[in-house]
Structure formats: structure tokens, C-alpha cells
């Protein structure tokens, strides 16, 4: 299999579109909001592909980095989504602070971005986003983003194939992953491992091209909790601490 700019720019135009109709049709702006994020992704590897493999050129440099910027403020999207599949009030009552830690988690993913002396390198061949320069390449089907990020936390994982991870992998997981399990929304984070890490993990062996194949498979998982059976196995009624914040009358139809 291989992609194209082409395929990138169609699948761009399929996640705009439906965020446009489902936003027209009065749903909620946690659901189109986030297709659009991911949606201009797509819109921004369709355009890398001019650029791709000509390490030298600007533009290419400037993609590069834009799609590790995107990267970085994707926590607050996948937030956003997470939180829509928990009880409203909850949500209104938490959401300052998790949007406050994943401001948090972005910071520590551009941390990884500066080149300090004293961190070292990252782990080339092992480490995500990791390359000699900034530039995006081809990889096994789609593109590898490479940027010569510094060595903060940067360690094999021997359990996972000697995998590296670093300080852009650690803040993502924990506001991507941990957080929306901490406040509840365990159903979406099975989901979301389902269609992004994983099939992201069997479709590619480059590090360096997981993230951007992770964010093509994210319209699919956009599109699948908005227009599909999917949605509603993915509402959460019942978490350790819902009672104590739940006004009495919700308290009972949440138990319910």
C-alpha cells in the first residue's frame, strides 16, 4: 500500500465536509471541532507531499515542524472529544482543569522540540519524530516526520521491542490516554488505542511514520463516534466520583 498526496487531500476535503454538515446539523462542537483539527492534518501531509523528500527545502522544513506543532495541541482535542461521552456536569465541572494539563503536556511535547545542550540527542531509529534534521520523507506507505529533538527521557522500553520513548511520547500518552481514563472516559480511550496506536502498529514499522499515520486513522475514529453505531457504546454513566459531583435528581438517572 502506498499513499499520495492526492489520497491525503481527498480524505481532507471527507473530514471537512462532514464537520461542515454535522456542525449545520446542530451537533455538538466537541464532535466537529476535533474532525476538523484532524482534518487539517490531512490537508497539511497533502501539501507536505509536494515538498516530500527534498530535505533542503524550506517549505519542507516549515511542514515538518507544523506537523509537529499539530501534534503537540492534539491533547486538547482528543479532551474535548473524551469528555463529551461523560455526563454534562461533570464535564463543566472538571474541564478547566484538564484542558489546564493538557496546556501542560503541550508545553513538555515543544520542550522536547529545543535543542539543550545538556539533554542530548533523541534516539534515531527507535524514537518517534526523531531524525538528523527537520525535514518530512517517505516511509513505508506515508510520511516519516524527522526532527533532531534533544534526549529528554529518552530510553528504551525493552517490553515493547526496545522501543524509545521520550518526553513527547510520556506527556502524550498521560494527557491522551491516562487523563480521560482518570475522569471517566475509559470506553473512548479503548477506542481511540483501537484506532490509532494499534492500527497505526501493524501498518508501519517506522517510528518515524507512526504519528502520521496515527493522525489518518483519526478521521476514521472522528467520523466512526459521530455517524455510527459506535457513539452510543461509548457513553460513560458510572465512574468512582460522579455521585459527589452530580446534583441529587441526575445522581439517580446516572445510576440508572
Not at 104 to 110: D, E, K, Q, R, S
Not at 209 to 224: G, H, N, P, R
Request: glycine share 6%; proline share 5%.
Amino acid at each position: 500500500m502506498c499513499w499520495s498526496g492526492e489520497a491525503s487531500g481527498v480524505l481532507a476535503a471527507i473530514g471537512l465536509s462532514t464537520a461542515v454538515y454535522i456542525a449545520k446539523k446542530g451537533e455538538a462542537k466537541e464532535l466537529w471541532i476535533p474532525l476538523t483539527y484532524f482534518a487539517l492534518m490531512e490537508l497539511l501531509q497533502a501539501v507536505t507531499y509536494i515538498y516530500i523528500d527534498l530535505c533542503d527545502n524550506p517549505n519542507n522544513q516549515i511542514l515538518t515542524m507544523l506537523g509537529y506543532l499539530h501534534v503537540a495541541f492534539q491533547p486538547f482535542f482528543v479532551n474535548m472529544v473524551a469528555m463529551y461521552f461523560i455526563p454534562q456536569e461533570i464535564k463543566y465541572k472538571i474541564q478547566t482543569t484538564v484542558y489546564t494539563l493538557c496546556s501542560v503536556g503541550t508545553i513538555f511535547l515543544l520542550f522536547k522540540m529545543y535543542p539543550f545542550d545538556w539533554a542530548g540527542h533523541c534516539v534515531i531509529g527507535t524514537e518517534g519524530f526523531c531524525g538528523p534534521a527537520v525535514c518530512s520523507v517517505h516511509g513505508a506507505w506515508h510520511i516519516a516526520w524527522q526532527m533532531p529533538l534533544n534526549g529528554l527521557l529518552s530510553y528504551p522500553i525493552h517490553w515493547l521491542n526496545d522501543f524509545d520513548w521520550g518526553l513527547h511520547v510520556m506527556s502524550y500518552i498521560l494527557v491522551s490516554f491516562i487523563l480521560p481514563i482518570i475522569y471517566g472516559s475509559y470506553r473512548f480511550v479503548a477506542f481511540h488505542y483501537l484506532m490509532g496506536p494499534w492500527i497505526s502498529s501493524v501498518t508501519t514499522d517506522d517510528p518515524n511514520e507512526y504519528a502520521a499515520v496515527w493522525c489518518l486513522f483519526s478521521i476514521a475514529l472522528c467520523v466512526s463516534v459521530i455517524k455510527s453505531p459506535v457513539r452510543k457504546y461509548l457513553h460513560v454513566k458510572n465512574w468512582p466520583f460522579y455521585n459527589k459531583y452530580i446534583t441529587e435528581p441526575e445522581a439517580v438517572a446516572v445510576t440508572r
